[in-house]
């Protein structure tokens, strides 16, 4: 099971399906591999395929309701590890609170616009 190729298609069809080139630049791999990977994922029942209206040449993606729950799932299980691992931070005056605007600060830069 590819999970990371789940949790970016939840993350970027937050508001419509997305393409599969926006994965494949994404992953840096090649749209072969991205096409093979959501096959599997679509033969699974994870992710479905869809017409794109405004262009009848593109092909969008998006998660079922079971990728969607099996990458719920996932991540809630991610994040539990996380704070069991992290737990420490209570330690910590502000520990919490600190991290958290560090790694905000860390994805503002991740996903701004490249310099």
């Known amino acids: 099971l590819d999970i990371s190729i789940l949790m970016a298609?939840?993350?970027?069809?937050r508001e419509k399906p997305t393409r599969p080139t926006e994965l494949w630049r994404l992953f840096d791999l090649t749209p072969g591999a991205i096409t093979y990977r959501v096959n599997r994922l679509t033969e699974m029942g994870l992710v479905e395929r869809s017409g794109d209206d405004a262009d009848g040449r593109s092909i969008l993606v998006s998660?079922?309701?079971?990728?969607?729950?099996?990458?719920?799932?996932?991540?809630?299980?991610?994040?539990?590890?996380?704070?069991?691992?992290?737990?420490?931070?209570?330690?910590?005056?502000?520990?919490?609170?600190?991290?958290?605007?560090?790694?905000?600060?860390?994805l503002a830069g991740w996903d701004g616009p490249e310099g």
């Open 9 to 13: 298609i939840r993350r970027l069809s």
């Open 63 to 106: 998660l079922t309701a079971q990728g969607l729950t099996t990458v719920n799932a996932v991540a809630e299980a991610i994040s539990a590890e996380w704070l069991r691992r992290l737990g420490g931070l209570e330690k910590v005056p502000g520990g919490r609170e600190m991290l958290g605007f560090l790694l905000d600060q860390v």
